[in-house]
């Protein structure tokens, strides 16, 4: 009888194990990088979004003497995620100025989510609206997963590009999920470090 029930007991803490392992995995694959966006060593496409005072902005006019940081967020609105990159961003903006970039964050947000979220957290670089998705579509980073007519429409997968005051994308990092994103600190280690 002991053995029956050992026997059940191995059985389920298997399955249990198993399941979790399946579990883990698929979250693993949920946040991998993936291979989107522009292709490295390139002209950087064009930005045609506009900032915050209605303006249409360009890279020349956003990039610092080494060029450009652009953060490609869902939303400033409803993902709690985005905000919280947003404001680590803001929180070392100052390192990536003092290694000579400028930096910008670019969504499908309204200019009036982003004027009021910028004004809530002092962010000190230009948010970007990219309502009519070109800017997402151009870069190849437009979220596959929502199609014309869904209210998410129009967002990017999550992540950043870095282009050199030459207009060449020198480096780019997207992920497929929402949770996972660009770590600022690793950012600013690889181009203090002359990145390439």
């Known amino acids: 009888m002991n053995k029956i029930i050992n026997f059940k007991t191995k059985r389920k ?4 194990l198993l399941s979790l392992l399946l579990l883990l995995t698929n979250k693993a694959f949920a946040n991998t990088s ?17 900032n915050t005072l209605q303006q249409l902005v360009n890279i020349k006019q956003l990039s610092g003497e080494q060029g450009l940081i652009i953060l490609f967020f869902r939303s400033a609105d409803w993902c709690p ?5 947003l404001i680590e961003l803001n929180n ?11 930096l910008s964050a670019i969504s499908y947000d309204n200019t009036d989510i982003l004027k009021k979220f910028s004004k809530q957290q002092n962010i000190s ?13 151009a870069y190849n980073i437009l979220n596959k997963e929502y199609s014309l007519g869904d209210d998410n429409y129009g967002i990017p997968y999550p992540g950043v ?34 990145l390439k």
């Open 34 to 50: 993936i291979n989107v966006g522009p292709t490295l060593g390139k002209q950087a496409p064009a930005i045609t979004a506009i």
């Open 125 to 137: 670089f230009p948010l970007l609206s990219d309502q009519n998705v070109q800017t997402m579509s």
């Open 13 to 16: 803490i298997r399955i249990v």
């Open 92 to 102: 070392q903006a100052e390192d990536f100025i003092q290694l000579g970039y400028g």
């Open 161 to 194: 590009v870095v282009i050199d005051n030459q207009g060449n994308v020198i480096h780019k990092h997207f992920f497929k999920g929402y949770k996972k994103r660009v770590k600022f600190n690793e950012l600013y280690r690889q181009l203090k470090k002359g």
């Open 81 to 85: 995620f985005c905000k919280r990159h």
